[in-house]
């Protein structure tokens, strides 16, 4: 039955520190109070965003420039246009008029003189680097001027107990975070599925500020290290790894291994495995990048600074739906952060994760359609031995286990196998490593497991023009691959509804797609009863431990 579901998401999301706009007020001064206040707010929030280029933010045909599209400057300035004249033309500023007279505290902005405007030259406080190809969509490359940086590394050494304003973080039209999702009734913001705003979790994620140090500690020993012998990357198990995994235990850190291996444990009268990960564990599981930690250290900083702003040892962390109804982090995103800077931020936590989760959704989803075939087996015996498979899959392919990982994933929601960029993910799950490409491309499991998704996606899409997923969101079919993910993200939401709507509030840490961080130590076995009840799915919970280094 089709629903009626699409809601309009009222309010502004984008949050960024009060504080920082302030200072920027004191240090611009009247070139940056006259502008009207979006456009205040709007260079803010590029400052706040871009103050450290890494990672996602950074620019592809330049290291040091951030990638800034269309969209995203039409969202903090209204429109291309205004942004390019304050920066980059030059504008005028005119006082409103009122049938009082003249307000010279408020102004309008505009390209040509008017009556009573003052010309302002351009601001320059971004530097364009790149220019993109509108015809091709790509992002222009940016720069924050010198002047903007002396104001953001000032702003970020300021004194923590001095000068900090209760609002924390607020949005262009001032409202706080906290006052925003008071109204909302909780952080996660729904403008498309069906689910009820009352199934819902806290703001403020308690992070661990000392663990967060400690890590970063280690990060920039092993930084200084490769920037010293000029190194972009070194590979696990070789002699530089070695030697950084001999400098990161001489740091005065215990050693990687402590308390790492699985070891079985007690909820109750329940027998639970328990598998302990630490933030080392996870930055020495790979080979090992230069750009990645330095990406680990500025989201530390981040992290840190968010914390001063709202209080200490609190990141505020609100979540909004994707079109397939997963949730998606913003502000202290924590989400989408390095694994080794999430367990380290959490430290202490549990992390309960569905094993093998859309393979286990899709095979139940099948049977419960009653569909069987031939190769659903290679499928059944992966759900069965997950981590006997994956072992022996890296093995054969000379290579880690999360790239097997990230492989099955791609191919679980219709992924093609093939060698070429522009039609599939495997080039750069594979790090464009030719040979390890062409072993993936040539193995027999690999090929067996795809097929199930394509015999799969014949049986739950067919002919249809369009599916609606398990929370109500409708899609028009377009690929395998997003047809797939529309269905099976549907159902990996359903489920972590049903976890989130039976549990405490205060307890709920972080929310992570097919995993939920909590506080305290759960019931693995209550959870798969509470999902079993809720959605009809059985399925079983792994249990992991975050712990410091």
């Not at 520190?17 to 007020?25: F, I, K, N, T």
Request: with cysteine; aromatic share 10%.
């Amino acid at each position: 039955m089709k629903l009626s579901l699409k809601r309009s998401l009222k309010y502004d999301l984008d949050f960024f520190p009060s504080s920082l706009l302030q200072r920027a007020q004191e240090i611009l001064g009247n070139q940056f109070t006259n502008l009207p206040k979006r456009y205040q707010t709007g260079y803010t929030k590029v400052f706040w965003n871009y103050y450290a280029v890494s990672g996602k933010s950074r620019h592809k045909k330049d290291k040091g420039s951030f990638a800034m599209g269309a969209q995203e400057v039409k969202n903090h300035f209204t429109d291309a246009k205004y942004f390019l004249m304050i920066n980059n033309h030059g504008y005028y500023l005119t006082p409103f008029r009122t049938r009082y007279g003249v307000r010279h505290s408020k102004y309008k902005l505009t390209q040509e003189k008017e009556q009573d405007s003052v010309y302002y030259p351009p601001t320059e406080w971004v530097i364009k680097t790149i220019k993109s190809s509108p015809k091709l969509r790509h992002f222009n490359g940016y720069q924050l001027s010198e002047q903007i940086i002396e104001l953001m590394n000032d702003w970020y050494k300021k004194d923590k107990d001095k000068d900090i304003d209760k609002h924390g973080l607020v949005n262009h039209k001032g409202q706080s975070i906290y006052e925003v999702v008071q109204e909302n009734g909780g952080s996660i913001f729904r403008d498309k599925s069906s689910t009820s705003i009352q199934v819902n979790i806290n703001v403020d994620v308690k992070i661990n500020i000392n663990s967060l140090l400690q890590h970063k500690k280690s990060l920039e020993s092993v930084f200084q290290y490769l920037k010293n012998h000029n190194i972009d990357s070194v590979t696990k198990d070789s002699n530089e790894w070695m030697t950084i995994n001999h400098i990161i235990n001489n740091n005065d850190n215990n050693h990687i291994e402590k308390n790492s291996s699985a070891t079985p444990g007690r909820l109750g009268q329940e027998k639970v495995k328990t598998n302990y990960i630490s933030p080392l564990k996870s930055l020495l599981s790979k080979d090992i990048k230069t750009e990645s930690i330095e990406h680990r250290i500025n989201e530390i900083n981040r992290l840190i600074v968010t914390a001063r702003e709202c209080g200490d040892s609190i990141v505020p962390v609100t979540y909004y739906e994707a079109n397939t109804g997963r949730y998606f982090a913003s502000n202290g995103t924590l989400q989408g952060y390095r694994k080794s800077v999430r367990y380290a931020a959490l430290s202490g936590c549990y992390e309960y994760d569905i094993e093998a989760a859309h393979q286990n959704i899709l095979l139940q989803v099948l049977k419960r359609m009653g569909v069987d075939f031939p190769e659903l087996i290679v499928m059944k015996d992966y759900v069965a031995n997950k981590s006997q498979t994956r072992k022996q899959l890296a093995k054969d392919l000379q290579t880690d286990i999360s790239i097997v990982k990230h492989i099955i994933n791609a191919v679980t929601y219709g992924g093609t196998l093939c060698k070429h960029k522009e039609h599939c993910q495997l080039p750069e799950i594979c790090n464009h490593d030719k040979a390890l490409i062409q072993r993936v491309v040539n193995h027999k499991w690999f090929k067996a497991f795809a097929l199930v998704f394509d015999r799969a996606h014949k049986h739950l899409v067919g002919k249809n023009k369009k599916i609606i997923n398990a929370v109500g969101i409708e899609s028009e079919t377009k690929k395998k691959v997003s047809d797939m993910a529309h269905i099976l993200q549907g159902y990996e939401r359903q489920i972590l509804d049903a976890i989130i709507k039976h549990s405490d509030r205060d307890s709920v840490a972080l929310l992570v797609h097919d995993c939920v961080v909590f506080y305290e130590r759960q019931s693995t076995s209550n959870l798969s009863e509470i999902v079993k009840k809720e959605t009809g799915f059985k399925l079983e919970f792994s249990e992991d431990k975050y712990i410091n280094e």
